[in-house]
């Protein structure tokens, strides 16, 4: 079976997300979250249908209640699943599509190695499967090990077969996802089962990434050969020598370089955040992405606006939202439309 993992800005059936309420994740904060969330809805529900998972009766009306009272009422659906968290990017799997159709493929979660409390969230794949009505299939590792570990942050592809990921994140020891499993091994599970026939290695992530250098919050493919890559130009700033030597990597590799600045260091009790403006949204007709109250907001909006120009761009703010590590893209999975 021929397989091929759409871009991100090829046609979505729908975005799905998870509704927050697990208080943890924003100590302090997760009041104002929801409001966030409905504005996410809002944007998004004029393009395209919008799928949200409700833990509990009380999150399913915490979430009618807010987008009611920001006026969205349609092109959304609200489903019963039980989350520990919202972060659907890398509990749900990764849309591809076949010559029979569209596929789910579902990776092993296990929290990023983190944390301890996933159990609902592993099904979370399995469940956005079965309410969508689409067939799945659950990844294995290569060398019989079994099922795969791996995020949906934690890749990025053109459309064409070429995908970007990071060795902080699946190769380097402090992570715990596939122990033991090689660059040659995962390379083989990214050709079977998301019809990868080149990866790209970046070195590092974000300060402040939880995730252990998720790619997404780093660069993102913007079309088949250009990358918009988050680069620090300070020498004195924790993220400058690690952009320095991705961008390195992309241009030996061939792929075109936009430059996205960084916002201001996002400082939350001491804590460094993974505030990036790389970690945008595209949708049908739209390219959602994080602001931090900084005027770096504004060249990167450009930025953004220059690569999108068929799209509109909207600005969603998230100094609030990134307290729980995450930004647009790691809360949101799109679900690719059929092939014509």
Same mark, same amino acid.
């Given at each position: ?6 871009? &991100? ?63 969205? $009422? ?11 968290? !919202? ?8 849309? !591809?599509?076949?010559? &029979? ?15 301890? @409390? ?43 077969? !070429? ?19 090689? $660059? ?108 931090? @109250?900084?005027?770096?907001? $504004? ?11 068929? $799209? ?29």
């Amino acid at each position: 079976m021929s397989i091929r993992w759409p871009a &991100e800005w090829e046609p979505h059936a729908a975005t799905w997300i998870a509704w927050p309420h697990h208080e943890p994740d924003w100590p302090g904060k997760i009041a104002a979250i929801p409001w966030v969330y409905a504005e996410i809805v809002r944007v998004l529900a004029a393009y395209e249908p919008v799928e949200i998972l409700c833990h509990d009766e009380a999150t399913w009306e915490n979430a009618a209640r807010a987008l009611a009272l920001h006026d969205v $009422r349609e092109n959304f659906r609200l489903h019963r699943v039980e989350t520990d968290r !919202v972060w659907t990017r890398d509990s749900g799997g990764s849309g !591809v599509v076949t010559e &029979e159709g569209v596929r789910w493929i579902r990776w092993r979660f296990n929290a990023w190695a983190k944390y301890d @409390n996933y159990t609902r969230d592993e099904r979370v794949g399995e469940r956005i499967a079965e309410l969508s009505g689409i067939p799945s299939i659950e990844a294995q590792r290569p060398d019989g090990a079994g099922r795969l570990v791996l995020e949906g942050g934690a890749i990025d592809t053109n459309g064409a077969g !070429v995908m970007l990921t990071t060795e902080e994140c699946l190769l380097s020891p402090i992570q715990e996802r596939n122990p033991g499993l090689t $660059r040659q091994g995962y390379e083989e599970a990214f050709a079977r089962y998301l019809g990868i026939e080149r990866t790209i290695w970046l070195g590092r992530g974000c300060a402040g990434d939880d995730t252990h250098g998720h790619v997404d919050d780093i660069a993102r493919f913007v079309s088949e050969d250009t990358v918009a890559l988050a680069y620090e130009p300070n020498p004195a700033d924790e993220n400058h020598a690690a952009s320095v030597e991705n961008e390195e990597r992309l241009l030996s590799a061939g792929i075109n370089v936009v430059r996205l600045p960084f916002p201001r260091a996002v400082i939350m009790d001491g804590t460094r955040l993974p505030a990036s403006y790389a970690n945008f949204y595209i949708a049908n007709g739209v390219v959602l992405v994080p602001t931090f @109250n900084d005027p770096q907001d $504004r060249h990167a909006l450009n930025i953004i606006a220059s690569l999108f120009p068929e $799209r509109e761009v909207v600005g969603i703010h998230s100094v609030d939202l990134v307290w729980g590590l995450g930004t647009l893209h790691c809360l949101t999975q799109q679900q690719p439309a059929p092939p014509a």
